[in-house]
């Protein structure tokens, strides 16, 4: 049995990028992983030393279910990242912690799903942001800019009416102003190992001035070399995420995605650390560092462990 299991689900696999070349280094080596899908029934969890989330996408429409298993998997073998940073990673409430702990992050004003007068929040954040042309309206949880729509500001009415399908469907909501400089500059999402950077991407922008969101496909990606003032930010985002989460120990995978405000600085948008994509076919020797970093974290445990047993 493979030590390794990197779950996904059967509609995700399709579009999760980085599984081939994590395949192919991992046969490379000598690394025992198994693709399994975590809706599977008939999956032993316990068999593996660990259990990798890579890309169980389908959990943004599933959350309850994904949740229980999350938690049933955890009980009996090593989840990664483990559990709370999960919890906390699936739901963008996060920003506010992040904030709290001085992380610059894109100004977010949250609608919880009790809200009685959501229209109140709405309007109270358009004063909040006078010179905002456009602004973003969302589920606290989502992936894949699910639900996710751009609305200008002389759209308001529809953005309400946007926001209340959303509270009454249940989901908490985000309402952000829409930074400009993403429609040029797109956005840089730094992805680190183990607390290490090892890589960064330019996504192009997703949302349309039309209202149309385009899906985040290779087209959209490229290599990119961030600076230091984006380094700054995005690690002193994981250390506020290892201190709010109480971890010694850096969480071992986390996707860091930035843009630049209106003064050019760069801030927070999300911070991916439960199943990130993390675009390693489009930075050479990225896929080959992850591959490595689960070998020395995770790898070979099973073989120690029965070394020991025979000495016992």
């Given at each position: 049995m493979p030590d390794i299991a990197l779950v996904t689900d059967a509609e995700s696999l399709p579009i999760d990028y980085d599984m081939p070349p994590i395949l192919e280094i991992a046969e490379e080596i000598g690394l025992s992983v198994k693709v399994c899908e975590w809706d599977d029934p008939e999956v032993d969890w316990s068999s593996f030393e660990t259990v990798l989330l890579r890309s169980p996408w389908t959990y943004a429409t599933r959350l309850a279910e994904f949740l229980a298993w999350c938690k049933r998997v955890s009980k009996v073998t090593r989840l990664s990242n483990p559990l709370d940073a999960v919890l906390w990673g699936l739901d963008k409430h996060y920003l506010g912690d992040l904030a709290r702990h001085g992380v610059p992050t894109v100004p977010t004003r949250f609608v919880e799903a009790d809200a009685d007068q959501p229209d109140v929040d709405l309007e109270a954040f358009m004063g909040d942001h006078p010179n905002a042309r456009e602004f973003v309206v969302k589920p606290t949880i989502g992936?894949?800019?699910?639900?996710?729509?751009?609305?200008?500001?002389?759209?308001?009415?529809?953005?309400?009416?946007?926001?209340?399908?959303?509270?009454?469907?249940?989901?908490?909501?985000?309402?952000?102003?829409?930074?400009?400089?993403?429609?040029?500059?797109?956005?840089?999402?730094?992805?680190?190992?183990?607390?290490?950077?090892?890589?960064?991407?330019?996504?192009?922008?997703?949302?349309?001035?039309d209202g149309t969101v385009n899906v985040p496909t290779a087209d959209f990606r490229k290599a990119r070399d961030p600076d230091k003032v984006e380094k700054d930010v995005a690690e002193?985002?994981?250390?506020?995420?290892?201190?709010?989460?109480?971890?010694?120990?850096?969480?071992?995978?986390?996707?860091?995605?930035?843009?630049?405000?209106?003064?050019?600085?760069?801030?927070?948008?999300?911070?991916e650390i439960s199943e990130p994509s993390l675009s390693l076919p489009f930075c050479e020797g990225s896929a080959r560092r992850f591959v490595k970093a689960i070998a020395k974290e995770f790898g070979g445990v099973r073989a120690e462990r029965e070394r020991a047993d025979a000495n016992a």
């Open positions: 992936a894949y800019s699910r639900n996710v729509k751009r609305f200008r500001r002389d759209r308001k009415d529809e953005a309400s009416d946007y926001l209340r399908s959303l509270i009454d469907a249940g989901s908490s909501v985000i309402l952000q102003p829409y930074f400009e400089s993403i429609d040029a500059l797109g956005e840089t999402d730094l992805i680190y190992f183990n607390g290490t950077f090892s890589h960064a991407i330019r996504k192009g922008a997703l949302l349309m001035p002193a985002a994981l250390r506020a995420a290892s201190v709010h989460l109480g971890h010694d120990a850096p969480l071992f995978y986390a996707r860091i995605d930035l843009i630049r405000d209106p003064l050019g600085a760069p801030v927070v948008l999300e911070m």
